[in-house]
């Protein structure tokens, strides 16, 4: 059972802080939920957690089972078993999808073992129908042309085939109609089982109708500044954000409600 840790997390991007100091410990069996207005930095405590080069620990750390990866490579922490389902994934063209998870897969296996290859295209076709995913996938490059709901559930194929032991799905609710929102949620709630800690990154409780969360925390201006139960995600449904800023006493979120509310946001598109 894996354990992380972030302990005083303060994170910049280009020079810009935008955590100021997360605290949070996901164990193993634990499924929690991180919400929070747009541009408030969910996606980049996900970034960070993975090791993106372009994000920045400027002070705390990241512990995993108790050893500091704060300079650990991308590579290094997947095989340790960190796994991020991307908000945008990336399209890698030349690389066929199936080339993809089968390297990924690959290099997390010890020196001395092989892949089994004939198991291993058997799983993926397994996994490809479970998530309703169309023949031919295996051999479409990576992304390459797939809609938003087909990136959002190959990222979730990847987790299939990966069994990380820690992943951060980052949004993986957006662009997916109703139908594909519950082939994702009940993809990703058979995964369960004491050997995964899952941290959900979403804006919408319809997701977590789906998936449900042991811990909820809502994230305003890169701080974690509420956590609860599942009572949380109804009352952000109903209420959005405004009813914490009297409880929080946060002195400048009036005049930012209006790019806190969730409906705005969504009619202005903001990313
Ligand atoms: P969320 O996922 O909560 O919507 P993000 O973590 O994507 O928020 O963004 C938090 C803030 O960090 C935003 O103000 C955003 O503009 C800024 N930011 C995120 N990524 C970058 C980047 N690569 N370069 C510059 N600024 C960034
Ligand atoms: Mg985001």
């Known amino acids: 059972m894996a354990t992380l840790e ?21 164990n193993g069996g634990e499924t929690h939920a991180i919400m929070g207005p747009n541009g408030t930095g969910k996606s980049t405590l996900a970034q960070i957690i993975m090791g993106h080069p372009k994000y920045k620990i400027e002070s705390g750390e990241i512990l995993l089972d108790g050893v500091n990866i704060n300079d650990m490579p991308v590579d290094e922490r997947s095989r340790k078993g960190i796994f ?32 089994r290859i004939g198991k291993f295209i058997l799983e993926f076709e397994d996994s490809a129908k479970e998530l309703k995913m169309g023949s031919g996938l295996a051999h479409r490059f990576l992304n390459q042309g797939f809609s938003g709901g087909e990136k959002k559930r190959n ?28 082939i994702v949620g009940e993809n990703v709630t058979s995964m369960k089982s004491p050997q995964l800690g899952m941290v959900l990154i979403t804006h919408y ?60 946001c969504a009619t202005k598109s903001i990313k």
């Open 6 to 26: 972030m302990k005083d997390l303060v994170v910049s991007v280009e020079g810009n802080t935008i955590l100021h100091g997360i605290n949070l410990i996901v």
């Open 84 to 115: 991020l389902a991307m908000q945008n994934p990336v399209e890698v063209p030349g690389v066929t999808n199936f080339d993809f998870v089968k390297t990924a897969v690959t290099s997390r296996l010890p020196k001395e073992k092989h892949l």
């Open 155 to 182: 990222e979730i194929l990847q987790m299939k085939l990966l069994k990380p032991s820690i992943a951060f799905l980052d949004e993986i609710d957006s662009g997916l109609d109703v139908d594909a929102l519950r």
């Open 205 to 264: 409780q319809r997701l977590l109708d789906y998936i449900v969360p042991d811990f909820v925390h809502i994230m305003i201006k890169g701080n974690i500044v509420k956590t609860g139960g599942k009572e949380l995600i109804e009352k952000i449904d109903s209420s959005g954000y405004d009813w914490l800023k009297e409880e929080l006493g946060i002195s400048d979120f009036e005049e930012k409600k209006v790019q806190y509310s969730l409906g705005t």
